[in-house]
């Protein structure tokens, strides 16, 4: 078997075992029998748990990040990034990000529970991927804003907000959404962009909450 098939094979078994068991629990020995290898190959190809479990973070944060990009840059019902309007290259993305955190909820526990609680530089790991994500929201916000008034009205600072917020809405949402099998990712999807959308629908019309 090629090296890298044999590789991949052993990190989508330590993502299982990572997900189900926690790092701290997981074993070596056990990730090695789930990936149908011996322990001193994983160590062979991977050095160390620690090098695992990075390797395991990053593969499984690029196909989020990559999941995501390509469902807005497909769009619904085929639409190229750009020809849909805002609303729809977010609601694309959302759906894309359940349906990509339902398929691997394993991945997801790694991502968003396992890495962040286990120090440095598991969390940074993560933070790298968070900031990318909540970097294309941004964007999407924005050109929604310039959709709407044909030119930028929303703060810099305000459209990095609300990114934060909704990106960190999401995540709450992943969970809530794996740990109940009777929500469908497009529901998860279709809640938050009710939630999302009413508020930053009243913004891009200059209708704000005052205290």
Request: charged fraction near 25%.
């Amino acid at each position: 078997m090629p090296r890298a098939v044999r590789e991949q094979q052993m990190l989508d078994a330590a993502v299982r075992i990572f997900g189900q068991r926690g790092y701290r629990a997981a074993s070596m020995d056990e990730i090695a029998e789930v990936a149908g290898v011996s322990k001193p190959l994983v160590y062979l190809y991977l050095n160390s748990k620690e090098e695992l479990f990075t390797a395991c973070i990053r593969r499984e944060a690029a196909a989020l990040v990559a999941a995501v990009r390509a469902g807005v840059s497909g769009g619904t019902g085929g639409e190229a990034r750009g020809e849909g309007s805002a609303d729809r290259q977010l609601w694309a993305g959302l759906q894309a990000f359940f349906t990509h955190t339902a398929e691997r909820p394993d991945a997801w526990v790694v991502l968003h529970n396992q890495a962040r609680t286990q120090g440095e530089p598991f969390a940074a790991e993560v933070a790298v991927m968070r900031e990318e994500i909540v970097a294309f929201v941004t964007s999407l916000i924005a050109e929604a804003a310039r959709e709407a008034h044909r030119k930028p009205e929303l703060a810099e600072r305000e459209v990095a907000g609300l990114a934060q917020a909704l990106v960190g809405a999401a995540e709450s949402l992943a969970g809530w959404a794996n740990g109940d099998a009777s929500v469908s990712a497009k529901e998860a999807a279709a809640t938050l962009m009710n939630f999302a959308w009413a508020g930053l629908g009243n913004l891009m019309e200059g209708r704000r909450w005052v205290p």
